[in-house]
Nanobody, 126 residues
Framework: QVQLVESGGGLVQAGGSLRLSCAAS????????KGWFRQAPGKEREFVAA????????AYADSVKGRFTISRDSAENTVYLQMNSLKPEDTAVYYC???????????????????WGQGTQVTVSS
């Protein structure tokens, strides 16, 4: 079983920054895509950012484009989400997800992913 653990969430003021990390352990797979999703209370889980298995392709939701950056460190088997210029509307539980097979382009759909972390809370105050 693949285990994903997110970290780096917390409470910040609007305009501040946070960097989320997601580390994989257990039965891991090589050459997988990774992504970040978020879910606010009463809302559907929505796509935030994704990166292809090679790191050569990234994708972002329009709402975070220009503010968030996804990256990966293959040596550490870790994916990051740098979040700048945070807004109250960014408040949500953020989830890391991983596929079990590589895809050439960053995947935006929840159904593309096979493994999910437990989530980390991000709260942005006014």
């Amino acid at each position: 079983q693949v285990q994903l653990v997110e970290s780096g969430g917390g409470l910040v003021q609007a305009g501040g920054s946070l960097r989320l990390s997601c580390a994989a352990s257990g039965r891991t797979f090589s050459n997988v895509n990774k992504g970040w999703f978020r879910q606010a209370p009463g809302k559907e889980r929505e796509f935030v950012a994704a990166i292809s298995w090679s790191g050569g392709s990234t994708a972002y939701a329009d709402s975070v484009k220009g503010r968030f950056t996804i990256s990966r460190d293959s040596a550490e088997n870790t994916v990051y989400l740098q979040m700048n210029s945070l807004k109250p509307e960014d408040t949500a539980v953020y989830y890391c997800a991983t596929t079990r097979s590589g895809m050439p382009r960053a995947a935006r759909e929840r159904s593309d992913y096979n493994y999910w972390g437990q989530g980390t809370q991000v709260t942005v105050s006014s």
